[in-house]
């Protein structure tokens, strides 16, 4: 039954126009709404998830409702970021901190723990290594840079779009009650191509939270930096550092 399901769908797919991450998303809705299939599902739903795991995407997961207590003194000038390889130099506003190698690692473990639990996986993060800044509870600033193969790691324009798309589909499971509205931008800065998918997340009663997402490709290496916040202020002195931030030449 499960094979003329799955066939049933890619032959739709073909005459509607759908894409092959929608064609997933569909698949594992049908996993998971139908009881007859449950086992199944952990075999074939699985593979389509852990293909779909991008790096990216897995970051700002990690930071949802996740609660540190960090006992740091918070810096009152701006942390200056600089990255040799692509040339990316920004100031973070002041206020943040970043966490400590143990701190970064707890997150990153949290996270792990509730990606797996949601998409019945096993993710791999022992390569992830962000640069994670903490201005409280609330409002995050992170930044990863990695070297990116297209041959090897796929087109990437294409891997961008699927984890936006994870990315979203990954807040609205999480927050079953939530309205989650996206919208995807193109953005230059000094210069340099850089999608900018912004997340706007209600949870009732009255939390609010954006998430946004840049990534671009830069001298073969993806560029990814994303903050998570919900004090309006501060979040536009952020987007502001971000995209006036220069590339040494």
């Known amino acids: ?18 894409s092959s991450i929608e064609l997933l ?3 594992e809705d049908l996993c998971f709404d139908c009881p007859t299939i449950a086992k199944p599902r952990n075999v074939i739903c699985n593979t389509f998830t852990t293909i779909r795991m991008n790096i990216k995407t897995i970051f700002f997961y990690l930071l949802i409702g996740t609660i540190l207590s960090c006992k740091g003194q918070k810096s009152d000038k701006s942390i200056k970021i600089v990255d ?9 506003p002041k206020g943040f901190e970043e966490l400590t190698e143990n701190e970064s690692s707890k997150i990153l473990s949290d996270g792990k723990k509730n990606i797996d639990q949601i998409y019945d996986t096993d993710v791999e993060i022992s390569d992830i290594k962000p640069k994670l800044f903490k201005f409280d509870d609330n409002n ?4 990863n840079i990695r070297e990116y193969d297209p041959k ?3 087109d990437y324009s294409k891997a961008v779009n699927e984890s936006n798309g994870l990315l979203y589909r990954t807040y609205i499971r999480s927050f079953e009650n939530a ?4 919208l995807n931008e193109q953005k230059r800065i000094d210069n340099i191509n850089f999608t900018k998918y912004s997340l706007f997340v209600n949870i009732p009663p009255k939390t609010k939270m954006k998430v946004i997402n840049y990534t671009s490709f830069v001298k073969n290496r993806d560029l990814t930096i994303a903050l998570v916040f919900k004090d309006e202020n ?3 002195e ?3 550092a971000i995209e006036t931030a220069k590339f040494k030449k």
């Open 234 to 236: 501060l979040g536009s």
């Open 179 to 182: 309205k989650v509205d996206s």
């Open 84 to 92: 040799k390889n692509t040339g990316f130099q920004m100031n973070l």
């Open 238 to 240: 952020v987007i502001n």
């Open 1 to 18: 039954m499960l094979t003329g399901v799955l066939q049933w769908w890619g032959e739709t797919a073909k005459f509607n126009g759908i």
């Open 152 to 154: 090897i790691d796929g």
């Open 140 to 143: 995050y600033f992170l930044i």
């Open 25 to 27: 998303y569909k698949i």
